[in-house]
């Protein structure tokens, strides 16, 4: 695949990924991956008040798996838990200025990742819970 096919925010995110690295005092993580092309990303969040406070990404992939990852980051830091939930696939690609057909899939990593993330952090915070009212 060529550069050309890219967008710059593609290329740029790929380039200068914004929020990459792991979270060693993340509140939860998210996965995801596709067996059929390789790419694996894993999110990690740390939680206040129900706002996604900081996060940060380790992805193996391709340039769009890359770029996808840091855009996915850059689109919930700072929003709450609902509206974080509501990022799709399809908003991903359109805040990169689109991706090749071939590439579509990589933004589904970063959507799902995110809501397993959340989905995560839900369950730590509700087995705690449990935990305290016992």
Request: aromatic letters at 6%; hydrophobic letters at 40%.
């Given at each position: 695949m060529f550069c050309e096919s890219f967008s710059d925010k593609v290329i740029e995110r790929f380039m200068c990924?914004?929020?990459a690295g792991s979270m060693p005092d993340a509140d939860a993580e998210g996965t995801c991956g596709d067996p059929s092309c390789g790419d694996s990303l894993?999110?990690?969040?740390?939680?206040k008040d129900d706002i996604i406070e900081d996060i940060s990404f380790?992805?193996?992939g391709c340039v769009a798996a890359i770029a996808?990852?840091?855009?996915?980051?850059?689109?919930?830091k700072g929003?709450?838990?609902e509206e974080a939930l509501k990022l799709t696939?399809?908003?991903i690609?359109?805040?990169l200025g689109g991706l090749p057909e071939n590439k579509l899939h990589c933004s589904v990593l970063g959507a799902t990742a995110?809501?397993?993330a959340i989905e995560n952090y839900r369950n730590k915070m509700t087995e705690h819970q449990g935990a305290n009212e016992q």
């Open positions: 990924p914004r929020n894993t999110l990690y969040i740390k939680v380790l992805v193996f996808t990852s840091s855009m996915t980051t850059e689109l919930v929003k709450s838990l696939d399809a908003d690609t359109e805040a995110l809501k397993n």
